[in-house]
């Protein structure tokens, strides 16, 4: 197979936020088509019949037939990533040979790891062409954002920290800042956790850049950056770890 082929991905769920993470994470990988998505195992059953899947994202919890139950009814099966927020089916899911398990909340980088598992060996050689390299830190790791009307290259080396404005997120960078539709949350479960930690409901700070901090705050450059209550311990506990 050709490294610029697409593989056409289907995502069965029935929560729309979860779908709305999958959705977003697709638009990310290049290779990677986003034929439709499914609210239950019913319409998942028409869709696969209609399309040639190459790449199902799949929730277990769900009304009428579950995802484990789908995958009993599947002849020939495309390849299956589980999505769910339980993880007492992991012994199950992969007796029936799934290609990986993905606990809710799903980071970026980790489903990405979960797509290169799926995808042809081919597809391992061309890394460089996915949007975020499965490796933390890697400095050659960026994402894609849609701002001023265009596709805006972000390299994760840079971000200083990112804020949250109601339903946009101003990514503040050593090139200067970059404004995208997005919630700060799934933008949250995108970055490695390794790298970039929440800090306040509308802070997310990229543990790296920090100069100083205070109980109360973290200062990155001329920036102040306040930390939220019901992240302090969390956030301190990690400095003091000295991971910033």
Do not use: W
């Not at 102040?224 to 770890?241: D, F, H, S, T």
């Amino acid at each position: 197979m050709q490294p610029n082929k697409k593989y056409n991905c289907l995502i069965v769920d029935d929560e729309p936020p979860a779908r709305e993470v999958l959705r977003r994470y697709i638009s990310q990988v290049p290779m990677l088509n986003l034929i439709g998505e499914c609210g239950n195992a019913v319409q998942a059953i028409s869709m696969l019949k209609q399309h040639h899947i190459h790449l199902l994202f799949l929730d277990i919890q769900m009304p009428q037939i579950t995802g484990l139950d789908l995958i009993g009814t599947l002849v020939d099966a495309p390849k299956i990533v589980l999505t769910t927020a339980f993880e007492q089916y992991a012994v199950k899911a992969f007796e029936l040979d799934v290609t990986d398990y993905l606990v809710k909340p799903v980071r970026f980088d980790r489903f990405l790891k979960a797509v290169m598992k799926a995808l042809p060996e081919q597809y391992a050689r061309y890394d460089d062409q996915s949007p975020f390299n499965a490796q933390d830190g890697a400095d050659h790791a960026f994402l894609y954002f849609r701002a001023d009307r265009k596709m805006v290259k972000v390299m994760l080396n840079e971000i200083l920290h990112i804020e949250s404005l109601k339903d946009y997120v101003k990514i503040n960078t050593t090139r200067g800042p970059v404004i995208t539709k997005y919630a700060i949350t799934s933008l949250e479960a995108m970055l490695p956790s390794s790298s970039f930690i929440r800090v306040h409901r509308s802070y997310l700070i990229a543990l790296d850049k920090i100069d100083s901090y205070t109980q109360d705050e973290i200062n990155i450059g001329i920036d102040v950056i306040p930390i939220g209550k019901i992240y302090r311990m969390q956030v301190l506990n990690i400095l003091a770890q000295g991971k910033g």
